[in-house]
């Protein structure tokens, strides 16, 4: 029995036929029931891993078959260990109200992580860290154990100053907000067009001044401050800003010197702002000024800038310049805070190193006027920023579904 096994293994070595090249293709189309498109994915899988790589298929919510190759050990479901327990009776790892982190990418060093990592700690917080992928036009929560998970809307915390990820594009969610409205795209001086818009039918309709809720601006581009291009035309339109200011406080009685506040037309974070009360400011820039304008937010050039109506901040917190912001959900007040600064003046930019926020709370929903009280009363003062608030809500809608790449 045992010469005859040992010379039934020599034929079949003598036999033997080594599959390559298109052969592969032929021997995989038969095993998928002559498929040829299937035998041809089956056979570049084959050619992808060699002869020491394993080939396996799997069932997906994709209507379409697909090749995925993936270099090293991956394991299904993670690393056991008992560090990881965290309920003891169970046997199970389980987090509290959690930070969740998403990943498009590999973690392959804690120092990509580490500000998270310093912020949950600091927090008293656990961390969970889940993967990201993009399959096809979707993004989705990947889980090998429990099913990947597929959103049919995305929240986005991120203003895409830096532009827009290539992992966002042409994605078929809803995204929320919409790419059009970061600020890759968006401009300030549209909003404020839109605004402007709103508020003159606003006052037409109620019978009253637009300019006591709309402060004056205007746009500038193709400026340089590293270069000095565009300083004098930038002065000339701060200038006349200034003039129109001046008719505006000398017809209302405001002892006041009017200014103007000069900020990069992209982007957030506080940066590329100056106040300015005279077109020379800006002529005789030195340069820290300069290099303070030229950058904003991800260290992007600026090359537009919007001049807006500066507007006295007349709130005051344990007696600390304070502006209010308010929020809303759909067109409803329901509070917001104040941004306060102990060191900044009332005509300067308050969103600043340094600032802190105080909570604005409603006592009542201020949604009507409390027509016996004075206009300075606190909910009279709510009220107006209710108001201000729903007009701008409504410019912004309208400078979205004006902008919006479908619209175009």
């Not at 036929?17 to 995989?28: N, Y």
């Not at 600026?302 to 209010?324: D, F, H, L, T, W």
């Not at 006592?363 to 608030?389: H, K, M, Q, W």
Request: glycine residues 6%.
């Amino acid at each position: 029995m045992k010469k005859s096994k040992i010379q039934k293994s020599e034929g079949l070595e003598k036999n033997k036929i080594v599959v390559t090249g298109d052969m592969i293709d032929q021997v995989a189309t038969i095993s998928t029931n002559n498929d040829p498109e299937l035998g041809k994915l089956v056979g570049d899988a084959f050619r992808s891993v060699g002869n020491t790589g394993i080939v396996m298929m799997e069932t997906s919510a994709d209507p379409e078959c697909s090749l995925q190759v993936v270099e090293g050990v991956q394991c299904n479901m993670g690393l056991t260990n008992s560090h990881f327990i965290t309920n003891q009776k169970n046997k199970t790892a389980e987090l509290d109200n959690p930070l969740v982190l998403l990943v498009e990418s590999p973690v392959e060093s804690i120092r990509q992580i580490q500000s998270v990592l310093e912020y949950v700690i600091k927090n008293n917080k656990s961390l969970l860290i889940e993967p990201l992928k993009r399959i096809k036009n979707r993004l989705v929560l990947e889980n090998k154990t429990l099913g990947n998970f597929d959103a049919c809307a995305i929240l986005l915390n991120n203003d895409l100053s830096a532009g827009i990820p290539d992992v966002l594009k042409n994605i078929e969610q809803n995204l929320i907000p919409p790419l059009h409205a970061g600020w890759s795209s968006r401009r300030k001086s549209q909003h404020f067009k839109a605004y402007d818009e709103v508020v003159k039918s606003f006052a037409e309709f109620i019978k009253v001044d637009p300019w006591l809720i709309n402060p004056y601006f205007d746009h500038a581009s193709g400026i340089d401050f590293h270069a000095r291009q565009g300083e004098d035309e930038l002065a000339i339109k701060v200038e006349q800003i200034l003039n129109k200011i001046q008719s505006k406080y000398k017809e209302y009685k405001i002892e006041h010197e009017p200014f103007v506040i000069v900020k990069a037309d992209a982007g957030t974070y506080g940066m590329g702002i100056m106040t300015v009360k005279h077109g020379d400011e800006l002529r005789n820039l030195n340069r820290k000024s300069r290099n303070k304008m030229s950058v904003v937010k991800e260290g992007l050039e600026v090359s537009e800038v919007i001049i807006q109506e500066g507007v006295y901040s007349e709130e005051c917190i344990n007696e600390a310049v304070a502006e209010p912001v308010v929020y809303m959900i759909d067109h409803f007040v329901i509070g917001g805070f104040y941004r306060v600064h102990t060191t900044r003046g009332k005509d300067e930019n308050l969103n600043a190193p340094g600032m802190h926020f105080v909570p604005l709370a409603f006592e009542t929903s201020c949604s009507t006027p409390e027509i016996d009280e004075s206009p300075l009363s606190t909910p009279n003062r709510f009220y107006a920023y209710g108001v201000i608030a729903r007009l701008a809500l409504l410019a912004a809608s309208i400078e979205l579904e004006t902008h919006d790449p479908i619209n175009q």
